[in-house]
């Protein structure tokens, strides 16, 4: 029988998601798809195995494919957020660590220094774990439940890496967009991305990279690297905004901590990638000016552990993991008023098929049934529903973040409340 080709992926907390192989990394078509149960693990043909409705046979997918690259899309459970990386398929898990190893081609023992997982020769790093982890097969969601306090508070540091690993790809990501803080509202989707290390890490300095402006290096070599292969795309910043990139993402980094263990805390920095960290550097590269870069460059880790406290009780997110609406996020001015279209918030809910086994695609679908705000927030923001049509007013003087909530309905009549997160300064 071929080889499992397992994927277990961690954000705040185990995953549903799907599987998808390639022929070579450049992912130019492919062969199969497959999906993860809720705990990770992979059912190649079995109940939770498919057929690609484009290509592939189930031979395909039975086939040993340790030859081959996959990209994973995974829904946190805690949160609801996608997240999409690529890795090598031997790689047992495939988290965003995994993806910079595979994106800059560096070795694993050099990366693991880089995030703080081990310490380069002296050197102190307060993220290094006890362990000495295997990136392509440490299960920090197994080790989490396990009953050893040791084994726990190093799967909190390796969760935590991750965090860090989502939060410098997001970040770069951000860099590029050519968007200015609306790059939440323009995008529709609340997904993550990782594998955007290029060859910028393989080429930096073996030694922790959040600490002591060590990540300059690597912003200003992905900038280069970004335009040499987008010419007609190029972004154009100057030396101080890329330096407050820079610290804008190592201050999130560090902020992120020691040791996670509680999961609120975990939910809250992955949430606050999407809703504070991703806006926060889409504005200094949109201004590229003298007064934002300062303005950043004057925030400190505990600017962006204060800024993600909002996000703290975040509802968890569907079990069955077949219906799966996803948050959203907005960047307001206080006082202001936007109005978008019901889409703009169902655009990004994801539905798999196949009702009650989780076989079939994943697609998008949901539909709006109702608004509303809770009394908690109601003296700070306003939302009006006519038809497919939402006006959202934030209440001037109001500074920090609020939500109101939308009910949505799946294909196959589940029902579930979602937040759409303003942030308003």
């Known amino acids: 029988m071929a080889p499992t ?9 185990a995953t549903v998601g799907r599987i998808t192989f390639y022929p070579t990394r450049e992912l130019t078509g492919f062969t ?59 790689a047992r898990m495939v988290t965003p660590l995994t993806s910079l190893l595979l994106a800059s081609g560096t070795d694993q023992e050099k990366l693991k220094t880089q995030f703080g997982l081990k310490q380069l020769g ?53 860099m590029t967009s050519r968007f200015g803080p609306d790059i939440t509202v323009r995008s529709s989707s609340s997904a993550l991305a990782s594998g955007e290390g290029d060859t910028c890490l393989r080429d930096a300095a073996p030694d922790t990279i959040f600490l002591n402006n060590r990540l300059l290096p690597i912003v200003q070599c992905h900038l280069a690297s970004y335009n040499a292969r987008f010419p007609s795309l190029a972004v154009t910043l100057s030396p101080a905004t890329v330096e407050a990139i820079a610290h804008l993402i190592s201050n999130y980094a ?83 008023r936007l109005d978008i279209t019901s889409d703009r918030l169902t655009g990004n809910d994801l539905q798999f098929a196949g009702q009650g086994t989780g076989q079939g695609e994943l697609r998008l679908f949901s539909t709006l049934l109702s608004v509303s705000v ?37 294909e196959f009549a589940e029902e579930r409340d979602v937040r759409v997160y303003i942030r308003a300064e």
């Open 122 to 174: 002296g050197n102190f790093t307060p993220f290094r774990m006890d362990v000495d982890p295997d990136l392509a097969r440490y299960d920090a969601i197994a080790e989490l439940e396990s009953t050893d306090t040791l084994r726990q508070i190093d799967a909190t540091r390796m969760i935590e890496a991750n965090l860090r690993a989502l939060a410098l790809a997001n970040g770069l990501l951000a």
């Open 5 to 13: 080709a397992t994927a277990r992926f961690y954000g705040s907390s």
């Open 254 to 336: 560090t902020a992120i901590g020691v040791r996670p263990d509680r999961l609120d805390l975990r939910k809250a920095y992955l949430m606050g990638i999407r809703g504070y960290l991703i806006p926060a550097v889409a504005r200094v590269a949109f201004n590229n000016d003298a007064a934002t870069s300062a303005a950043a460059m004057a925030t400190t880790p505990g600017t962006a552990a204060a800024a993600v406290q909002a996000y703290r009780d975040t509802p968890g997110y569907n079990a069955t993991g077949l219906f799966q609406p996803q948050p959203d996020f907005v960047v307001m001015a206080p006082g202001s």
């Open 32 to 90: 199969a798809i497959g999906f993860t149960a809720r705990d990770g693990r992979y059912f190649p043909g079995f109940a939770q195995g498919i057929v690609s409705p484009n290509s592939g046979t189930l031979q395909d997918i039975l086939r040993d494919n340790a030859d081959r690259f996959k990209s994973f899309g995974g829904i946190d459970h805690e949160t609801g957020l996608s997240i999409t990386m690529v890795a090598p398929d031997y």
């Open 374 to 410: 809770p009394a908690v927030n109601q003296a700070n923001l306003t939302v009006v529903r006519s038809g497919d049509d939402i006006s959202i007013t934030v209440a001037g003087g109001f500074q920090g973040v609020t939500w109101f909530e939308y009910r949505a309905r799946g």
